[in-house]
């Protein structure tokens, strides 16, 4: 392979693994637990920058990233693995800021239109407070993790960084599946399925709805810090509201609450589709293949809405009462257990 | 004070865009409930329809009807093939939300490819300018003003004179009930989408009359202002649209004047959350209960 094309299948990867976490975290909480959330692009978001503040250094003269060209409000400069344990705190705690606000209050339609407008003025602010992020121009540069330290050249590394990724991933579905397949899994379905009948059974649902509000925006964080460790660079143009819908089609052409069904999505959504667009012939308006990745995703969130709402790979229906009978062992009465 | 003034002259211009696209979107979220993002697309359309006739040569005013009735079919379209059927169905888990939201983002990059990226302007005279109590308002900027006046006595017309509107109201209260009294819903749905449709699309010319230039993200660009001038009067009542329109109207031209242009739609966007937070059903939530009327 060429070091072009080394380059291409490197970033394509690193990308897959960015986006199944960060579809993982979306699904979560709107799979999962049924929350709305079309500003999930801005947890992504700040989890990247959280990254690049971290890693960038105080800004300011004698900054060799920060002088000059690019203002931000703070900066420092942590060992590798803290800028991503701290870009997925930030992710988490700004959802938790969020959600305190607009779950408990809104619901359906007007929660999704309120998370939009989230979007909108986290987007509008970013690009506009020069001071604060470096405005519309976005925050450039950024070191690589353990770049300087392996002194790999730069297709190894690209590699490396692959591995690197491939680990979060895995990291993050292990944790994710692990919510989902327990008692607390089951918890935050009841809250999708029918929220009185959660709470008639003694379930909070308001912290359970918080909580997973919080883990989904701690993986978008950390998608977002994975993603600018690599690209390097980032803008408001990044993350408009229209990335959240990326990730949304996702989770609906994969199959909402499933986490094979995730990564499926993402496998069509955004790489297979989204990159099959960029072959499509030119016809001369300039961004048209912007244009036309979105009305391919448009589509086919109507195609699969319409057709098959539950997606490729549905959500699994667990049989609770048969696996439990299953697991009691013979002669054990289970009259007596409560029920799960 | 004069600066002040002027101000709000020029709030009262994206007041009256406003006014008439709020009382389109309120109107239709009334008889059918569905929060449709891609309203703005539906303006745009509008907009180029004058646009294509403006440019070969025919006037503003023909062209504000031809956006009116292009805007009015493409909206009418829209729920007869996408939005009813889905409505129909049920959306448990999803909400119609996101199917209109991927229809705005196919609509919106569908003219993005059709149209370009370029800026539009209509062609036509610049009358005299109008000075009046500080405010200082161009030709056209005053026969947008009266497009939006006219619009809404209409409007009010609509609703309290006619068959269609006693219809529309009652289906708007308790659907049920209307079709129980006889009243074809879906022919009643149907009108609203094409009345909130044509209202629509006379937004989008007027809008495209009171700016110096517009592209095709410029009707979605002001979605969110709209939405929230039917929040801020109450979500499904026209006449609070109207109040809710001169009031952002006015708020987002004087952020823009007094503190950044920027600012101007980001406003609108902080008064819709802090709308829906604390004052869900609007300024007049109160008058409404005591009157119980919803119109």
Same mark, same amino acid.
């Given at each position: 392979?060429? $070091? ?13 693994g ?17 929350i709305?959330n ?17 890693t ?6 004698g $900054? ?25 705190l ?48 976005g ?6 993790p353990l770049?300087a ?11 490396f960084?692959?591995?690197?990724? /491939?680990?979060f991933?895995v ?22 399925? $029918?929220?009185? /009948?959660?709470l008639?059974? #003694? ?19 950390l998608? #977002?810090?994975?993603?600018?460790g690599?690209?390097?660079a ?13 990730y949304?089609?996702?989770v609906?052409?994969g199959?909402?609450?499933s ?17 099959a ?5 030119d016809? #001369?308006?300039a #961004?048209w ?6 009305i ?6 109507l195609?699969?809405?319409?057709f098959r ?11 609770? /009462? ?5 697991r009691?062992?013979?002669g054990?009465?289970? /009259?007596?257990?409560t029920?799960? | ?5 002027l !101000?709000?002259g ?38 180029l ?15 504000l ?9 493409v ?11 889905f ?6 888990? !999803? ?11 196919i ?12 800026? !539009?302007?209509?062609?036509f ?32 017309l609509?609703?309290?004179?006619t ?11 308790d ?26 699309g ?6 495209g ?10 009707g979605q ?34 952020v823009?004047?007094y503190f ?5 739609d980001?406003?609108a966007f ?26």
């Amino acid at each position: 392979m060429s $070091n072009a094309q080394q380059y291409y299948a490197t970033l394509l990867l690193v990308y897959l693994g960015v986006d199944i976490i960060a579809a993982l975290g979306l699904n979560l909480q709107f799979g999962v637990t049924g929350i709305l959330n079309f500003a999930f692009i801005i947890f992504q978001a700040a989890g990247a920058y959280a990254y690049a503040l971290t890693t960038l250094g105080a800004p300011g003269p004698g $900054n060799l990233y920060g002088a000059g060209f690019q203002t931000y409000f703070w900066g420092t400069s942590l060992p590798f693995p803290l800028p991503f344990l701290v870009a997925a705190l930030v992710g988490a705690a700004l959802s938790l800021s969020v959600g305190a606000v607009i779950l408990p209050r809104l619901r359906g339609d007007y929660q999704a239109m309120a998370f939009l407008v989230v979007s909108l003025i986290a987007t509008g602010v970013a690009t506009n407070q020069i001071g604060l992020l470096n405005g519309a121009n976005g925050l450039s540069l950024v070191p690589k993790p353990l770049k300087a330290e392996l002194g790999l050249t730069l297709s190894d590394y690209d590699w490396f960084y692959v591995g690197l990724t /491939a680990v979060f991933c895995v990291i993050c579905w292990w944790g994710v599946h692990r919510i989902m397949s327990s008692p607390l899994g089951r918890a935050l379905r009841t809250v999708r399925e $029918n929220e009185q /009948a959660s709470l008639a059974l #003694g379930k909070d649902v308001r912290s359970l709805r918080m909580l997973a509000f919080a883990i989904g925006g701690g993986l978008a964080g950390l998608s #977002g810090a994975l993603l600018v460790g690599f690209i390097s660079a980032w803008a408001p143009g990044s993350w408009v509201y229209a990335e959240t819908f990326v990730y949304i089609t996702a989770v609906i052409v994969g199959g909402f609450g499933s986490n094979l069904g995730v990564i499926i999505g993402v496998l069509l959504v955004p790489i297979v589709f989204g990159e099959a667009t960029r072959f499509l012939p030119d016809v #001369g308006q300039a #961004g048209w293949i912007d244009a036309g990745q979105l009305i391919v995703y448009g589509v086919l969130t109507l195609v699969f809405l319409w057709f098959r709402p539950r997606g490729v790979f549905p959500e699994r229906r667990v049989r609770y /009462a048969r696996a439990a009978a299953k697991r009691a062992p013979a002669g054990v009465a289970t /009259a007596g257990s409560t029920p799960p | 004070m004069s600066l002040l003034a002027l !101000f709000i002259g020029f709030g009262l211009v994206t007041s009256a865009v406003l006014a008439i696209a709020s009382v389109g979107f309120t109107l239709q979220y009334a008889v059918t409930n569905v929060l449709n993002l891609a309203y703005g697309e539906v303006m745009t359309v509008g907009a180029l329809t004058a646009y294509v006739i403006n440019k070969r040569g025919g006037s503003i005013w023909i062209g504000l009807v031809a956006g009116a009735l292009s805007a009015a079919i493409v909206s009418l379209l829209l729920n007869r093939f996408i939005f009813g059927p889905f409505a129909r169905r049920g959306l448990k888990l !999803f909400g119609m939300v996101i199917v209109t939201i991927a229809v705005s983002l196919i609509m919106s990059n569908g003219l993005l490819i059709i149209a370009g990226a370029s800026t !539009f302007s209509y062609n036509f005279d610049a009358g005299p300018t109008f000075t009046g109590l500080g405010m200082i308002l161009t030709t056209e900027q005053v026969v947008v003003i009266v497009i939006a006046i006219v619009a809404m006595i209409a409007v009010r017309l609509l609703l309290t004179r006619t068959k269609l509107g006693r219809a529309m109201r009652a289906t708007s209260t308790d659907e049920s009930l209307a079709r129980a009294c006889g009243i074809p819903i879906r022919r009643v749905t149907d009108a609203a989408w094409l009345i909130s449709g044509a209202l629509c699309g006379i937004a989008g010319v007027v809008l495209g009359m009171s700016v110096t230039g517009w592209g095709v993200f410029t009707g979605q660009g002001l979605l969110i202002t709209i939405v929230a001038a039917a929040v801020v009067g109450g979500i499904g009542q026209p006449y609070g649209a109207m109040l809710g329109a001169l009031l952002l109207g006015i708020v987002t031209s004087l952020v823009a004047g007094y503190f950044d242009p920027a600012y101007r739609d980001i406003s609108a966007f902080v008064i819709l959350v802090l709308f829906l937070l604390f004052r869900p059903k609007g300024i007049l939530a109160d008058v409404v209960a005591q009157r119980e009327v919803v119109a």
